[in-house]
């Protein structure tokens, strides 16, 4: 039999890593299960176990003895005089060894990330070299994070609603199994906490009623469209040799610059089926064309909106005239991806993805994690059996598209926290990087879409870590002010230090004084990735402003008497700058515009929604510059703008979202102009 120990086992000195110079324990290492599953295999073939059936014994005829459905031999009456030994089967007994094993690594985590039984603790304020120094389990010195009369406050303010389980009646199985021993994978929690419908349910907005009145859920909306119109006949577009090279180069410089997995032979293939004729065959590589050219036009409607200025009607004509090119091809596409759904092979997972890609240019956020799901899938199977014909370059092409899917369907799942997850994130730390690859003529800029990709997939990891620690369900820190101090600070820290390492290409500059300078930023892509940058730091300092809220909102009342700490108000104020700031800075960059102009709406509403609720506490308020008051006005701006631009039908979701940013800007507007508190001045 495996007995588990009472206390969990010390972990070895070997398995142990280090983190900012510290020792800290690799509680992944599998090599403590590994003793476990040894006495499994010893008991099993122990001879008492496997010997064969024999009469029963005065052992077994004892009435005194009782039997165990644990061990391995179980008597079982059949008659008043004989008894019987039935035998377990080995997956019997391999199911308990595991099960047991996992009991033991569920008390193991528990004791690791217990506050109170950790032996070592961060301090919440990093000294000058970025090292965060020990501290002994409640010390007298540890900061406070707000004064007495605010730990009283109720935590439950920001746990739930009913609203939120009318949404979300219960958890989804992959989130309570499936990931609960994952400490060394950036995986996304299902139903956490930081979506924008739950900011939408938190108590601060009971007392604006007319932005719930009429609301209807994410999932509703998009399940409730009507589906995808295709066309009875297929009849492509006459193109030019000259418009296939500029739709071609488009696709280039947009998806296959901020997604590099479409290889220079592949776009020869496909330049060169195209400029010959589309032959009728339903083939994969005619599928991978066609969504090339559907993509290629996309990026053209999609171009040189960064500006926010209002097209002419003859600009708005051409565009739309280009999108209705690219629906003709993707309507193609979606008669053929038979092919590709039985088909396994690198070209077939490269066509599910661009599917993807482009119901998210259309705004369909469940169609495209649909096709999310299926890449992932075709992802996993072709990175756990490699085909023996398969290329140095097929595989490359497979991790980029397994990293491209990484990041797209966390982005999703950072507004739909209930979408089944494809299950790509748990092998994430496990995937090789991507490597060499050659995907655009330009040696320079081949190099910097590798980098720009690097840049944006560590940024996709450290977000879902902070969504994880912070605000998974049931186990994150944002609502334990004795314990997100310390996460608050180390996530702050990989954060400015993923700024730091970024090439000149892409730094960017943050600060209220540089929300209109064209300098700030080297490139568009610059500027996309400070947009990533702000969202993540907003969401990181976002447990200071919670637990302020909660504190004013849990009997105390809303005085700015209360003592707070400096360090306190310092982090909500970087958490409102934060959120002010990725308002301000947004723009009509290619990548939010094609890829993300619904994840984008909704991650602006709550943006918004954070303001509105800092502006109802006095202290809070002073905080916020009154740029705040254009803020709104410019979100509608943009992302009306951008609905014009890529035509009907438009997103309901997106117009609800902007109807949110609008209800939000409206109740701003009254709070500033009913109050005499506020100074009008930055602090």
Known sequence: MLVIPAEPAKLDSRDSKEINGKPCPDVTATRHARPALHHIRNAHMDPRLTRKSRPATSRCRDPRRSTDSRFPEIAISLTSEVLYVIRRGKSDLILEGVLRVERFLHEMKATITSPVSSTFHLSPNPSQDGVFKGAPPFAEHRPSVVSPALRSASRGSFSGSPLNEMHHPQRTPLSDTQYQNNYENAVLDSMHTSTTESVLQWPHFDAYSTMRDGYVSIFHLEQSRPAVKTRSTSMYPYVTSEDIKGIIESFEHTVNFWYPTMSRNQLEQVRNLISDGIPEEDSILVCLALLTMALGCAGQVTADVTSGEVLSGEERKRRAAIKAMGDVYFDSVLKKLH?????????????????????????????????????????????????????????????????????????????????????????????????????????????????????????????????????????????????????????????????????????????????????????????????????CRSVIYR???????????????????????????????????????????????????????????????????VLLAACRIPALKDMIGPEVLGAGDHLRQLLQGWQGVMGEPTSPSVNQAIRIISDADKFIQEVYQAGDSYSMRRQ
Not at 545 to 563: T, Y
Not at 576 to 586: E, K, M, S, W, Y
């Open 339 to 535: 092919v590709v759904h039985t088909n396994v092979g690198s070209t077939a997972t490269h066509c599910l993805f661009f599917t993807a890609v482009y119901f998210a240019f259309l705004r369909r956020p469940l169609q495209a994690w649909e096709y999310i799901n299926a890449a992932s899938a075709k992802c996993l199977l072709l990175l756990s059996y490699p085909p023996e014909s398969e290329s140095t370059e097929d595989q490359e092409r497979i991790r980029r598209i397994f990293w491209s899917c990484y990041i797209l369907e966390s982005d999703y799942l950072a507004e739909l926290s209930g979408l089944p997850q494809s299950g790509i994130a748990r092998i994430e730390s496990s995937t090789p990087l991507p490597g060499e690859y050659n995907t655009h003529q330009d040696p320079l800029v081949e190099e910097q879409s590798s980098m720009y990709f690097l840049a944006c997939i560590s940024m996709r990891r450290l977000l879902n870590r902070v969504h994880q620690l912070l605000y998974a369900r049931g186990t994150g820190a944002a609502l334990d002010h004795a314990r997100f101090p310390y996460v608050v600070a180390e996530l702050n820290h990989q954060l400015d230090d993923w700024r730091e390492v970024l090439p000149p290409a892409f730094a960017f500059s943050v600060g209220f004084n540089q929300v209109n300078n064209s300098h700030s930023t080297a490139t568009e892509h610059g500027g996309f990735l400070r947009q990533r940058y702000l969202t």
């Open 543 to 609: 447990p200071y402003l919670m637990w302020m809220l909660s504190g004013m909102a849990g009997g105390n009342g809303a005085s700015s008497d209360l003592l707070v700490s400096q360090d306190a108000l310092k982090n909500c104020k970087a958490c409102l700058d934060a959120c002010l700031l990725h308002i301000l800075n947004l723009r009509g960059f290619g990548q939010t515009v094609l890829v993300d102009t619904w994840i984008c709406s909704l991650s602006m509403a709550g943006a918004m929604l």
